[in-house]
């Protein structure tokens, strides 16, 4: 309610039908897994109201890194998943992501003032190898965001394999 963005329920019917379409296109879809880096030290120390004004300002600058027919949805918390369907190539998702980034990146003006958060994001592809079930997607997209996170956040990994890689 807080970002005007979809929640759980609705982002789970997105993404099934988005892997849908893709099962009758062939064409991927990229399901990436966004957490914010620092958001928890602007909520404590700015407080509550100062979060919940960040979120909705990161929420509307994702949304505008998107094409329409993509879903950006809220988790909970500073946690966020995309679901770009429909591209050409793996490749494709590079432009998005980036823009993800920069939005992400962006000051933020505040009453308390102006902030800074950041933003290390999970990717994974559908179709794979064999079948495989959105919530594994979900799992493979976190996998990745961490990774991010321990080699140092602010950036994007795809998942491969057992192991996120990087971009080169």
């Known amino acids: 309610m807080l970002t005007g963005l979809p929640n759980r329920s609705l982002l789970a019917d997105r993404l099934e039908q988005a892997l849908g379409r893709a099962r009758r296109s062939g064409k991927p879809v990229a399901v990436a897994l966004i957490d914010l880096d620092g958001f928890k030290a602007i909520n404590d120390g700015y407080g509550h109201e ?5 979120l909705v300002t990161v929420a509307r600058r994702m949304k505008a890194c998107l094409r329409t027919q993509d879903t950006i949805a809220r ?3 500073d946690e966020f998943i ?10 494709e998702v590079r ?3 980036t823009r993800l980034l920069a939005a992400l990146a962006a000051p933020v003006e505040l009453e308390q003032g102006t902030v800074r958060v950041a933003g290390s994001i999970g990717v994974t592809f559908y179709p794979q190898g ?5 919530e594994q997607l979900i799992r493979q997209a976190d996998q990745a965001m961490y990774a991010v996170k321990q080699a140092g956040k602010n950036g994007y990994r795809i998942f491969t394999d057992t192991t996120p890689q990087p971009l080169s």
């Open 50 to 54: 100062a979060g919940d004004a960040l």
């Open 75 to 77: 988790m909970g918390g």
């Open 82 to 91: 995309a679901v770009i369907g429909e591209l050409d190539s793996h490749d």
């Open 95 to 97: 432009r998005p992501m």
């Open 130 to 134: 064999g079948p495989i079930e959105s």
